[in-house]
């Protein structure tokens, strides 16, 4: 089709497209909304193809750049009825030769009925859109809420001829971490043609965890990745107030992983999220800077209160809260969250400062300890959590994070972790003080011969398992649950609840 200048585009799909919903609120559109109803076939290969006023239009994917942009070019415009050498055209679009047309001219509703339908790989979905119009940073930008066969999403795009206007587009929508999604792949998830992943890199004081959920048309999820590498990003944080060079290295190296690993997957979106370390480093946005140059993520430094929020999330769809009063605690390098709730209703939630790597260090606690540094440990917590003095016991204790689930590992004797197991298990203190008085007489190596426990969290146990003893202890408990569930299932969960709006 001569005389068609071709445009570079990014698309996404769902229901909660925030902040880019949030940045063209702000901008004024280009007239008024526009509504049409189109019907898309949606099928194979690099093509979108749809009928609108009786006009099929086929457009072919011709490159995608290294950024993730994609360049579209319009290859055919047929009306209805439409001729049989037509209808072989469209097919030869899809990559494939199709049934033989039985028909010289085909209507549109028999082109959908003998052709389309019997096909197992294509499907007609109608769609009524709303879009308005926007311009920012140089591109033509447009959100669109669709009705997809009674189903609701939105889309969000921007499209220039100049793809670093489109980068720039994009990024100042806050939505870098979505991947480019054309209208072809996000119907196919869209109509359960094609699985709907989603990933959560979450980067914490001593690890980056790393999650990749499947959801479903029904609205649950699926677990497809999910661990943590050991990086120690707070390594010398409490002597230096910043983030040294050596643990950012490792912790880069981690994310471009994941980075890599979510492309693999083909997931829709990645969320990078920063927490207590990135918090309170005085070189944090430097930090944050490089991660992004470096693993192509940008990272959102959460507080303290919206990380327990999160995770409370999460334990209310994993381990189910019935109880009257409930105190969710989540152990982490830097920093333990707390969230105080009533059955699935958050009352109160805050962050202290006290974890599992800063305690290490300042005490030694990565090697053999006597009975002193024990009892100094133990002082300092008390004063540290005096958040939770006189509070009275609740009916329900759920804890989380790396150090209580490798406390129930190695109370289970797990040679292989299994957050199945793990998650909804039950550790006394009686437990939790019996693998106290292990761990203090041993050092790094000879803790990882120990049943349960990962070998990249030898170091940082004892201190964790002593964090965790002084929340029981305040709290009154004899007893915690355990949840295997944790910020970045929270995360995933509000942000990525996307096709179904769940």
Not at 324 to 333: A, L, R, S, W
Not at 335 to 353: I, L, P, Y
Not at 491 to 500: A, D, P
Request: some cysteine.
């Amino acid at each position: 089709m001569d005389g068609v200048v071709h445009r570079w585009e990014w698309r996404v799909f769902g229901t909660h497209l925030v902040p880019g919903e949030e940045v063209l609120s702000e901008i004024t559109p280009l007239g008024d909304p526009q509504e049409t109803d189109e019907i898309y076939l949606v099928g194979r290969g690099d093509v979108n193809v749809k009928v609108r006023f009786d006009l099929l239009d086929i457009k072919k994917l011709l490159e995608t750049d290294d950024n993730g942009l994609q360049l579209w070019a319009p290859i055919s415009k047929s009306e209805f009825p439409m001729s049989s050498e037509a209808v072989s055209f469209v097919f030869d679009a899809w990559g494939t030769t199709g049934p033989q047309p039985a028909r010289e001219i085909y209507t549109l509703d028999q082109f959908l009925d003998e052709l389309v339908a019997p096909d197992p790989d294509l499907a007609a979905a109608r769609v009524h859109k709303r879009r308005t119009r926007y311009s920012i940073e140089g591109c033509m930008a447009e959100l669109t809420s669709l009705s997809v066969n009674d189903r609701e999403v939105k889309t969000i795009a921007a499209e220039a001829e100049d793809p670093n206007a489109v980068i720039a587009a994009v990024k100042r929508l806050g939505m870098s971490g979505h991947e480019n999604t054309s209208y072809n792949r996000g119907l196919h998830c869209l109509l359960g043609m094609a699985p709907v992943r989603y990933a959560v890199v979450d980067i914490g004081t001593n690890s980056v965890k790393f999650h990749i959920g499947e959801q479903h048309t029904d609205g649950s999820w699926t677990r497809v990745v999910d661990r943590a590498d050991v990086t120690r990003l707070g390594e010398g944080l409490d002597e230096t107030g910043e983030i040294q060079p050596d643990p950012l290295e490792r912790t880069i190296r981690a994310v471009q992983a994941m980075a890599g690993e979510a492309r693999e997957y083909e997931v829709l979106a990645v969320a990078a999220v920063g927490t207590a370390a990135l918090r309170i480093a005085s070189n944090s946005s430097t930090v944050v800077d490089s991660i992004r140059d470096s693993g192509g993520l940008a990272v959102q430094v959460v507080s303290g209160e919206e990380e327990s929020r999160l995770a409370y999330l999460a334990v209310s769809a994993g381990v189910g809260l019935a109880a009257e009063d409930v105190v969710v605690f989540d152990t982490g390098g830097g920093s333990t969250q707390f969230t105080f709730g009533r059955g699935g209703e958050v009352d109160e939630r805050f962050s202290v400062n006290v974890g599992a790597v800063s305690y290490t260090e300042r005490f030694g606690l990565d090697e053999a300890v006597d009975d002193a540094t024990i009892e100094a440990a133990r002082r300092a917590l008390d004063e540290d959590l005096e958040k939770l003095n006189g509070r009275s016991s609740p009916d329900a204790l759920v804890g989380m994070g790396g150090a209580m689930t490798n406390l129930t590992a190695v109370s289970l004797s797990l040679e292989r972790y299994d957050p199945d197991v793990v998650q909804g298990a039950t550790v006394t203190a009686d437990e939790v003080n019996r693998q106290i008085a292990v761990y203090r007489s041993m050092g790094q190596d000879e803790r990882r011969s120990v049943v349960g426990l990962q070998a990249n969290r030898a170091p940082v146990i004892l201190a964790g398992a002593l964090v965790v003893s002084a929340v029981m202890n305040k709290l009154g408990k004899e007893s915690v649950v355990v949840s295997d569930r944790g910020l970045r299932h929270g995360l995933i969960r509000e942000r990525f609840g996307l096709f179904s709006g769940s």
